[in-house]
């Protein structure tokens, strides 16, 4: 199943970011779960935010994942939203 998750810093929280953007980076690349990824941007080109769809073979798995994800472990979000995705076009 494809479950998307949209992830939105904290206020001003691009130093933390930045700071655990090679770990996260790293784990995106060290599991088969990620099927696509990228970070959210505002108007600036600035770093707000993350989508990642992972491929995974149900909700817990995902939920463990996002769990695991070192900017989740540095306290980066302000929100997290997991959501069963279907793909139509692309």
């Known amino acids: 199943m494809l479950v998307c998750l949209m992830a939105h810093d904290k206020?001003?929280?691009?130093?933390?970011?930045?700071?655990?953007?090679?770990?996260?980076?790293?784990?995106?690349?060290?599991?088969?779960?990620v099927h696509l990824a990228g970070p959210l941007l505002n108007t600036d080109g600035e770093m707000t935010?993350?989508?990642?769809?992972?491929?995974?073979?149900?909700?817990?798995?995902?939920?463990a994942w996002a769990k695991n994800d070192p900017y989740a472990k540095a306290g980066l979000f302000q929100s997290v939203m997991l959501s069963e995705w279907k793909k139509v076009i692309g």
Do not use: I, W
């Open 49 to 63: 935010g993350s989508m990642v769809v992972l491929d995974v073979p149900d909700m817990a798995t995902a939920e």
């Open 11 to 33: 206020p001003d929280a691009l130093a933390v970011r930045m700071e655990n953007r090679p770990a996260h980076v790293e784990y995106l690349k060290s599991t088969d779960h």
